[in-house]
């Protein structure tokens, strides 16, 4: 069974970085398409980020200030997150799809969830 396990969450001040991973372990493979979500408070769960052999895309609010990476030997994904803002709080989830396919901006497709690590912007 594939199981995804995220961490990097924390405090951190507007304007600053923060660095999350997501560690998967089983049954995997390089070519499932890797995803990152987040929650807001009173807010539904949204696509961030996410990346497969076909390309990689990202929410157009994050654009140019949050990079997501793989490094498929580790069978780890990453998300560099700068510039933060406090609409960027939330929790954030990783998910793997674990389907051959480009990457999905549904929750459905998303088979493994990890349990989401929280971010705190503070001003």
């Known amino acids: 069974q594939v199981h995804v396990v995220e961490s990097g969450g924390g405090v951190v001040q507007v304007g600053g970085s923060l660095r999350l991973s997501c560690a998967a372990s089983?049954?995997?493979?390089?070519?499932?398409?890797m995803a990152w979500f987040r929650r807001a408070p009173g807010k539904e769960r949204e696509f961030v980020a996410g990346?497969?052999?076909?390309?990689?895309y990202y929410l157009n609010s994050v654009k140019g200030r949050f990079t997501t990476s793989r490094d498929n030997a580790k069978n780890t994904l990453y998300l560099e997150m700068n510039s933060l803002k406090p609409e960027d709080a939330a929790i954030y989830y990783c998910?793997?799809?674990?389907?051959?396919?480009?990457?999905?901006?549904?929750?459905?497709?998303?088979?493994?969830w990890g349990q989401g690590t929280q971010v705190t912007v503070s001003s």
């Open positions: 998910a793997l799809d674990t389907h051959d396919r480009p990457v999905a901006r549904e929750e459905i497709a998303y088979g493994v």
């Open positions: 990346t497969s052999v076909t390309g990689t």
């Open positions: 089983g049954p995997t493979s390089s070519r499932f398409p």
